[in-house]
């Protein structure tokens, strides 16, 4: 909550939190939540894969998957035959599911076990999956799923033909009821382990992205785009 | 599959597939599931974040946290107060849970938005999860946690106090109802598709770590442990 109050104060009146609920309020850890609306619009934005979770015979799944978010919607796709595509089809009423985007930031290690700890930034959603019927929704979302991965790539690329929209499913899950849990900083130690001839602090964790490597049958004379160039420097 | 047919074959006897089950084998896909108990092993041990899901009130929860492999054995620890673990505390027959682990190792760009992927690998693990009671076996757990994140720090640190193991909660989940799934290789586009004038490829995704940054509190002369500088080349 500290790292984001000043925004939190500043925009109040243009994004106002998201509110607080049961199943977002952590049982331990409560000054590490977040509910800034732009924080979480944030960390959602800057990742691509998100873990879906739903219950399947009263038993959870948690199953990996690329997500986007458009405004206050957060879309993921699959083939038709996948089990929560499948399963949000059949439910009209909306299918509960739980989706999860984590970011690590580093590794924290302190003097004691007991406080080795991770720097990191998630958001939680909680909520119904509604299946996108709507041939509109469905290409807009188809859209900015490529798009969330590779900024600009949609209208770099072959649109989805009759045959593969209807082998797409689409899903969609509103932000309203949703948390960012965050860690930051450096290691938190008991005073009297301070004077411990342990190696302590922080570890910084990234992703980075490689030198592009070309399809073998590019047609001849395809440049890298610019969006790849950019991205991956 | 095709990646691990070779390992699998060779060493069948000492290290025999888990067993194909409803929950672990996929509705769709089914060519990139794999079942072999080294390549689930291998991403395992890569990782040390995984995602947790568990049913609360018929909904489903998944909450990023750290794990650790101990031959057949996952654990999971927490605070006493955490949700997962103090429903886990109160369920001597086991609480259903999936823990699901991703690693990210490529964006693939097809010329058409339909082929667009990801290149992963994921392992799910479906069970019940038990709390660790017994001193010993909770005690390795939490050296093994540690130890998950930066091999041999566990010795190169406090071990928790009495005071600490009791705030400590220590899940266990069995490795036995577990499939990996993974993709691997370049673009899958239409052979229609191959002339069209569109960059396509694959982006390499690493996690990568930055240069340690000290504790400023860290008794005079503690050097940079050599597990740090090793595997923050």
């Known amino acids: 909550m500290r790292e984001t109050a000043p ?3 500043t925009r109040q009146e243009t ?19 977040s509910y800034d609306r732009d924080l979480v619009h944030a960390i959602l934005d800057e990742a691509y894969v998100c873990h879906l979770g739903f219950v399947r015979d009263g038993a959870p799944v948690v199953l990996p998957t690329l997500y986007a978010r458009v405004g ?6 699959g083939s038709t035959g996948s089990r929560p595509l499948r399963m949000t089809g059949r439910a009209p009423e909306g299918l509960p599911v739980c989706l999860t ?35 509109a ?10 798009d969330h991965v590779v900024p600009g790539r949609s209208a770099d690329s072959r649109p989805a033909n009759k045959k593969e929209l ?27 382990d301070l004077a411990l001839p342990h190696w302590a602090g922080v570890v910084p964790v990234q992703r980075v992205y490689g030198t592009p490597v070309p399809d073998p049958l590019l047609a001849p004379g395809t440049e890298l785009p610019s969006y790849l160039t950019e991205s991956t420097c």
């Open 7 to 9: 925004r939190e104060a």
């Open 15 to 33: 994004a106002p939190p998201y509110p607080r609920t049961d199943r977002t309020v952590p049982t331990r850890s409560a000054d590490r939540a």
């Open 72 to 77: 206050e919607h957060l879309y993921v796709h």
């Open 101 to 135: 985007v984590t970011h690590v930031d580093g590794l924290v290690l302190a003097r004691s076990a007991f406080h080795h700890s991770i720097n990191y930034r998630a958001v939680v959603v909680h909520g119904l999956a509604y299946d996108v019927t709507d041939p």
């Open 137 to 146: 929704e469905k290409r807009a979302a188809l859209d900015a799923l490529v």
């Open 166 to 192: 209807a082998a797409t499913a689409v899903i969609r899950l509103d932000l309203t009821e949703v948390s960012a849990k965050l860690r930051t900083g450096g290691v938190n130690d008991e005073p009297e």
